[in-house]
């Protein structure tokens, strides 16, 4: 899987599909019913496009354990659309049989360790693909954490296997909210377990500076790619020259033109001709 890639949604199907070069694609896994997938996704898959499940509710880092339906559901997925590899969040949604309907950060202790990696080990059993993890954007830490982000990864990495799906976009919004320097960040994250790369866009939200609030970044997939993350793309990629990169947009779409100009965008920072990697495929 190489090249610039784009998420799947049925409000651009059409637009996705005449993407020139289009190097593969994401559809969220939960919205695709493994015996009859959407239409735009089989004709992508038919085309050659590599297609890469994306799952948001699978609740790895819960400690209820894994919902195997799930995880039969992301693996029926990955069958049924011939995908390379499939790909979850570092993060839980469910605890006490509740449904937050969002995706909230682990606490990075050993314990929510062990759970991680006990979830995802029984996730991989389920699949005959790759597994990538990604680290979602939180605008909250746990107290009490023993681990920085990048030494928690890299141990859920080293003890799983699984592959890092880097979002720079999460990277520059937990960055901007905790006060830290986003290319330290990068500095520190495992590069050389990246499988692909998202890019999406965010918005900031002013907070009272007479009452000491900051405000806020929120990495909302709604709005344009802001100048920051492409910047911040490029320094990824001069480190490690990631084979694959997406724009990542879920609501708010722009008319197909400047959807098409952020594609380009995206090719050109990671360094993509025509927009073709220039690196070797993962």
Known sequence: MQGTGVGWRPEIAGVVADLPGLGFCEVIAESVDPAAPPRGVVELRDRGVPV??????????SADGLDRRRAEHLAA?????????????????????????HLLPVPRTREALDVLVANVTTTQAE??????????????????????EAEFLTRLLDRT???????????????????????AVLDALPLDRIAYVHVAGGSEHDGDAAAGDPGVYHDTHTDAVPDEVLALLGE?????????????????????????????????????RDPRPTSPAV
């Open 161 to 183: 296997g699984a592959l890092l799906l880097l979002d720079v976009a999460n990277v520059h919004a937990n960055a901007l909210n905790r006060g830290a320097d986003p290319r």
């Open 77 to 101: 997925c990955a069958a049924a659309v011939g995908a390379p590899l499939v790909s979850e969040h570092v993060s839980f949604t469910r605890v006490a049989g509740r449904d937050a309907g």
């Open 236 to 272: 990824l990629c001069d480190r490690a020259r990631p084979a694959a990169v997406m724009l990542e947009r879920d609501g708010h779409y722009p008319p197909a033109a400047q959807l098409a100009a952020e594609v380009t965008s995206i090719a050109r920072t990671a360094g993509f």
């Open 127 to 148: 699949l005959d693909v790759p597994l990538a993890l990604e680290p979602i954007a939180a605008l909250v830490d746990w107290p009490g954490e023993e681990f920085t």
């Open 52 to 61: 890469v499940p994306h799952g948001v509710r699978l609740s790895l880092g």
